[in-house]
C-alpha cells in the first residue's frame, strides 16, 4: 500500500500575490509563497527553504503555521529530516490540531524509528472533529501499513476495514486488507466489508494474494496484467540493450534481486551460482539486498563473480548499469514479490530476460520473455494464460542446495509431541492456509486416532483463529502442536521428527517442499491448474514418488488418512528417500545447472546472431 503522506503537497493559500515587498520588510505570506515556488520550480529548493526560515525567524504573523508546515516540506524533501521535524513541531505549537503537519510529522517519526509517536499522531487526525475524510483516510492507511509491518495484523485489519467502510473505491488498501485476513487464517479472506462488491474484492487482491485463493490461471493472469498495466511504467520503444556494443566472449548472465540474503530464494540459489561454468559463463548480480555479514549473504556474493549495487539507484540508472555491463541473459529472480523492481526489466536492459523462483507463475511483466519450467509444472493446458514462453527444464524446475546446515535433531518431547503420535506436519507460511484445505485437514484428525498436525506459530491471531476452527469441527486443541519460528538449521532439524507432510494448496510449497524432501520428509500435495499448484508435484516427480501426488481435494483427504492409518507405507516412503532421494535427479545440483547453462547458451546466442544481421 503506497504511503499516504503529504510530503510534497505544500498548502496554498493564494490570491494574486502583491509586489515584493523590500527586503528589510517582511513579505506578505502570500509573497513567501509565490517566491518560494518560484525557486523551487527553478531547481532552488534549498534557497526556498531558506528564505522560510527567514521569515519564520521574525515572529508571529497570521497564518505562521502554514509557513512552518511548507517549510517542514522542503526541508524533508532535501533529505534535513531533523530540521524538518523542527518545522512541523513549530506549526503544531502555532496550531495543535493541524492535520497536515500531524500527518507528515507521524512520517518523519516512523523513519526515525518512533512508531508509536507515528501512530498516535495518525490517531489524532483520524479522531478530530475537523478533520476532512481525505485527511482521515491518509491518517487511517498509514496507520494500516504501519501496524501490518509491526506484525500488529489484527489492528491493522480493523484499520483498514474502518477505511474501507468510509471509502471502498481504494484497491490498494483491499490489497492489503485480504492478504491481512490470509496472514490471521481469517477466513474467508475477502470477507465483504462496507460497501465493497465481490468484484471490488477480487480486483484488489493482489497476485500473491489471489495464488493463495485460486488456481484459476485466468484470474491469477489478470491479476498480474492488472498490476503490470496499473504499477509499471510503460515501456520506451527503444530496447536499452540495443545501444550497446554486440557482444563477444563468455556469456554473461545475470541475477537481478533484493533477496540475496537469508530468504526462500536465497536459500535456494547458492549452487546454482558456484556451479556455473566459468569458462563459458562470467555471473553478475545485481541486487538492491540489504547488506549484511551473514554467512548466506557472504556465500551468495562470493559465488558472483561481479556484484553491482542498485540499493539507492533510480530503476532507468539500474537498467542502464545492466545493459552497460554486456548482459547476455537477465534472470529475475524477484517478479513481483514485496521490494520487486519491475521497471528495471521494462528498459530491457539485456537481450534475453527470464524470470525464476521468485514468483512461480506468470508475471505478465513488459520486457519478461522467458520463465524457468518443467512439463509437470507447466503443461500445455496451462501455456495460454502465461505471458512468457517457457524454457522446459528436463527433470524439474527447481534448484536447491545440498550445503544446507542441519542442527542435530531434537526430541520429540522437546517439540511438544508425543512419541506414539503419527505426526502430519506443514511448515508453511500460514498465509497459504485455505479453508477449504484446512478443513481436510481437521477431518484427517478426526480419522486418524493418536495423529497430530505440527504448524508453525506465525502469530497469535492465526494460532487463535485455527484453534477455533478445530473446536468447531470437534479436534482438541492439543493436536495442534505450534512450533515457534527458529533459525534454518533448527527448523531443517524438525523435519526428522515428522511423518508426513501435508501440503498446501493453491500455493503449494516451493523451498519447503525442497526441505522436506532432503531431510527424508515425505509429502502429500494436491496438484492444480496452476504454475504455483503444481509446484510441490513436479518435486515428487523429480525424487521418485509421484504417488504422492494428489489431483482432487477427495483423493488428497483419503490418502492422508490411508497413510495416516498405516504408518508402514510412510516408513517406506522415508527409507526410499533416506536410500535414494539425495542422489534423484531432483538434487542432482550439476545436472541441472547444466540444463539451464544449455538453455541460457541457446537463447544468448541467438540473441547476439540477431544482433549482428
Not at 522542503?74 to 533529505?79: D, E, F, K, V
Not at 521535524?85 to 500527518?103: I, M, N, S, T
Not at 498490476?227 to 545475470?254: D, E, N, S, T
Request: proline share 7%; net charge neutral.
Amino acid at each position: 500500500m503506497p504511503e499516504a503522506a503529504l510530503i510534497d503537497a505544500q498548502i496554498d493559500i493564494h490570491n494574486p500575490a502583491p509586489p515584493a515587498a523590500p527586503a528589510q520588510e517582511r513579505l506578505p505570506l502570500t509573497s513567501l509563497l509565490d517566491q518560494a515556488q518560484r525557486l523551487q520550480q527553478a531547481g532552488q529548493a534549498a534557497q526556498a527553504a531558506a528564505l522560510y526560515a527567514d521569515w519564520i525567524a521574525r515572529g508571529p504573523a497570521p497564518l505562521r503555521h502554514v509557513a512552518c508546515f511548507n517549510w517542514g516540506t522542503l526541508l524533508s524533501s532535501l533529505g534535513r529530516d531533523a530540521e524538518a521535524e523542527a518545522a512541523y513541531r513549530q506549526a503544531l505549537v502555532e496550531q495543535p490540531d493541524f492535520c497536515h503537519a500531524q500527518l507528515n510529522l507521524g512520517h518523519l517519526l516512523e523513519r526515525a524509528g518512533d512508531s508509536s509517536g507515528a501512530l498516535a499522531l495518525w490517531q489524532a487526525v483520524t479522531d478530530a472533529a475537523h478533520s476532512s475524510a481525505e485527511l482521515r483516510q491518509h491518517a487511517l492507511n498509514n496507520s494500516g501499513r504501519l501496524l501490518e509491518t509491526l506484525r500488529r495484523f489484527a489492528q491493522a485489519e480493523a484499520v483498514l476495514a474502518q477505511s474501507l467502510r468510509a471509502n471502498a473505491e481504494q484497491p490498494d488498501v483491499v490489497q492489503h486488507y485480504v492478504h491481512l485476513r490470509q496472514k490471521q487464517c481469517a477466513w474467508p479472506a475477502q470477507a465483504a466489508v462496507g460497501e465493497l462488491s465481490p468484484h471490488q474484492l477480487l480486483t484488489g487482491t493482489s497476485l500473491l494474494a489471489t495464488m493463495c485463493a485460486t488456481d484459476d490461471p485466468a484470474v491469477q493472469l489478470l491479476a498480474a496484467l492488472r498490476f503490470a498495466q496499473q504499477k509499471v511504467p510503460a515501456p520506451p520503444a527503444q530496447a536499452m540493450h540495443r545501444g550497446m556494443p554486440p557482444r563477444q566472449g563468455r556469456i554473461r548472465i545475470g541475477y537481478l534481486s533484493g533477496d540475496l540474503h537469508m530468504h526462500a530464494v536465497g536459500l535456494l540459489v547458492p549452487e546454482l551460482l558456484e556451479l556455473h561454468d566459468r569458462s563459458r559463463f562470467e555471473v553478475f548480480g545485481f541486487c538492491w539486498t540489504p547488506e549484511s555479514a551473514t554467512p548466506q549473504r557472504r556465500r551468495l556474493l562470493a559465488a558472483l563473480d561481479r556484484h553491482v549495487r542498485l540499493g539507492g539507484v533510480d530503476d532507468h540508472t539500474a537498467a542502464r548499469l545492466v545493459a552497460e555491463s554486456g548482459i547476455d541473459v537477465l534472470v529475475d529472480l524477484q517478479g513481483l514479490t514485496q521490494g520487486a523492481r519491475p521497471a528495471i526489466l521494462g528498459h530491457r536492459p539485456a537481450p534475453v530476460q527470464v524470470s525464476y523462483l521468485g514468483l512461480p507463475g506468470t508475471s505478465a511483466l513488459p520486457g519478461v520473455d522467458w520463465l524457468i519450467a518443467d512439463r509437470f509444472v507447466m503443461p500445455e493446458a496451462l501455456r495460454p494464460f502465461v505471458t512468457e514462453r517457457p524454457i522446459y527444464l528436463p527433470h524439474c524446475y527447481q534448484v536447491s542446495d545440498r550445503q544446507r546446515a542441519v542442527a542435530p535433531a531434537p526430541q520429540r518431547s522437546a517439540c511438544g509431541l508425543a512419541d506414539d503420535a503419527f505426526v502430519y506436519c506443514s511448515f508453511n507460511n500460514n498465509f497459504k492456509f485455505r479453508e477449504d484445505i484446512f478443513d481436510c485437514w481437521m477431518r484427517v484428525l478426526q480419522q486418524v486416532p493418536a495423529s497430530v498436525l505440527w504448524l508453525l506459530a506465525d502469530n497469535d491471531s492465526a494460532r487463535d483463529n485455527m484453534l477455533a476452527r478445530a473446536a468447531a469441527h470437534g479436534v482438541a486443541a492439543g493436536r495442534l502442536v505450534f512450533a515457534p519460528r527458529v533459525a534454518p538449521p533448527e527448523y531443517l532439524a524438525r523435519f526428522a521428527r515428522a511423518d508426513l507432510m501435508l501440503d498446501t494448496f493453491p500455493f503449494n510449497a516451493g523451498t519447503t517442499a525442497s526441505d522436506a524432501l532432503w531431510m527424508g520428509t515425505p509429502i502429500l500435495t494436491l496438484a492444480g491448474r496452476s504454475y504455483i499448484s503444481r509446484m510441490a508435484g513436479s518435486l515428487l516427480h523429480a525424487v521418485g514418488l509421484p504417488e504422492l501426488v494428489t489431483e482432487s481435494l477427495a483423493d488428497y483427504e483419503r490418502l492422508a488418512v490411508t497413510l495416516g492409518r498405516h504408518p508402514a507405507r510412510v516408513a517406506s516412503f522415508k527409507r526410499y528417500l533416506a536410500e535414494h532421494g539425495r542422489a534423484s535427479p531432483l538434487f542432482d545440483l550439476p545436472q541441472i545447472v547444466r540444463d539451464i547453462e544449455r538453455e541460457f547458451e541457446r537463447l544468448a546466442l541467438a540473441a547476439r546472431g540477431a544482433a549482428r544481421t
